[in-house]
């Protein structure tokens, strides 16, 4: 069974910082890359980073690139996404995710539940 469970998210003031995490398992990273959409209220579905299978290829969206790292730990099966300089428009539900490919558009296969993450102005 495919999992994938997201943790880290918060409340930040504008220029903080934080670093979610995903975990996943009933998968490797052989299958599918793994990256991060978000989502804000009443916003279509937003591509916002992934890290390919195999090949370590990293992509970011235009809007956090600069600003956000994506990082693997494939011991512990943990996708990261450090995100600096947070501004209010960062502000969504923030999903941990399988891709086949790391490519845009970022069609996810699978995806978690969901974190929170709100910026403050």
């Known amino acids: 069974e495919v999992q994938l469970v997201e943790s880290g998210g918060g409340l930040v003031q504008a220029g903080g910082s934080l670093r979610l995490s995903c975990e996943y398992s009933?998968?490797?990273?052989?299958?599918?890359?793994i990256g991060w959409f978000r989502q804000a209220p009443g916003e279509e579905r937003e591509g916002v980073s992934c890290v390919g299978n195999n090949d370590g290829n990293t992509w970011y969206g235009d809007s956090v690139k600069g600003r956000f790292t994506i990082s693997s730990d494939n011991a512990k099966n943990t996708v990261y996404l450090e995100m600096n300089s947070l501004e209010p428009e960062d502000t969504a539900v923030y999903y941990c995710?399988?891709?086949?490919?790391?490519?845009?558009?970022?069609?996810?296969?699978?995806w978690g539940q969901g974190t929170q993450v709100a910026v403050s102005s």
């Open positions: 995710a399988a891709f086949l490919f790391c490519l845009t558009p970022l069609v996810p296969e699978y």
């Open positions: 009933g998968f490797t990273f052989d299958d599918y890359a």
